[in-house]
């Protein structure tokens, strides 16, 4: 069975920065973070390539970094000028060709 273990959710101002991370049991092609707002499905937030290459949400781009460490199966996600539409669960995804995990989701709120 395959385990996806998300940390690093809380709460933080506007303007503040948060580290998202997740740790897999083992290695995966694809890593990226998911989140979901109230009443919605969830949408791709960023993604990253075992090889490195990034992919980011137009709404994210240039405030989100998305890295990953092969070693040891760990992506993280730096987020950085925090916005109060950035509130939702953020939720660590790994997949690959006829597989896919998902992790049990984190709470980030972003709030004075």
């Known amino acids: 069975q395959v385990q996806l273990v998300e940390s690093g959710g809380g709460l933080v101002q506007p303007g503040g920065s948060l580290t998202l991370s997740c740790a897999a049991s083992?290695?995966?092609?694809?890593m990226g973070w998911y989140r979901q707002f109230p009443g919605n499905e969830r949408e791709l937030v960023a993604a990253?390539?075992?090889?490195?290459?990034?992919n980011y949400a137009d709404a994210v781009k240039g405030r989100f970094t998305i890295s990953r460490d092969n070693a040891n199966n760990m992506v993280y996600l730096q987020m950085n000028s925090l916005k109060p539409e950035d509130t939702a669960i953020y939720y660590c995804?790994?997949?690959?060709?006829?597989?896919?995990?998902w992790g049990q989701g984190t709470q980030v709120t972003v709030s004075s």
């Open positions: 083992r290695s995966f092609f694809n």
């Open positions: 995804k790994a997949w690959a060709i006829g597989r896919v995990a």
């Open positions: 990253i390539s075992i090889g490195g290459i990034p």
